[in-house]
């Protein structure tokens, strides 16, 4: 019983001196510049801008195959306009609309959110009220958020595609 107790003495002195090294090198690593403040909060997107977004996303889309659920919200991230396409999987609705309403919300698109996940902040997991997955962007006119479009139905790299692709006026 002594070895057993010893052994793991040993590797919890071990653990924390590794942790310890780890601290070390982490607070001579530089802070990151700051980042530019987001766009300011603009008049709510209008019924037909909406729909008209939703029609570039559904056609695009379409193009490439897929079966997607469109949402777009205003800034405050509640719902303006939806579509979901035939035969899109059922949580795409929720999914859509959460990636619309986290990218609204927090002036930034969730493919950003993402990549910052990935990257290790994985403390963002913890707010219920965000989705990190791409898909997710703000729509931006005359500098101002008027609102946010969020995709869903494919993975998440070709989400975001079809959304920044509605965000092109012909």
Do not use: C
């Amino acid at each position: 019983m002594k070895t057993a107790a010893k052994a793991i003495a040993l590797t919890l002195t071990l653990a924390l001196a590794g942790g310890a090294a780890t601290a070390q090198s982490v607070a001579k690593t530089p802070a990151p510049a700051a980042a530019a403040a987001p766009p300011a909060y603009g008049a709510p997107i209008s019924l037909a801008e909406a729909e008209a977004l939703i029609d570039r996303a559904v056609a695009a889309s379409r193009a490439r195959g897929f079966r997607m659920a469109v949402a777009v919200v205003e800034p405050s991230g509640e719902l303006v306009a939806f579509a979901r396409m035939d035969d899109t999987q059922y949580g795409s609705i929720h999914v859509a609309q959460k990636k619309a309403w986290s990218a609204a919300r927090y002036r930034g698109t969730t493919a950003a959110m993402e990549a910052r996940v990935l990257a290790g902040r994985t403390v963002s997991l913890a707010n219920e009220d965000s989705l990190p997955i791409a898909g997710g962007v703000p729509i931006v006119v005359g500098g101002k958020i008027i609102g946010a479009i969020g995709v869903s139905g494919a993975a998440a790299a070709e989400d975001d595609e079809i959304a920044q692709a509605a965000l092109v006026r012909p």
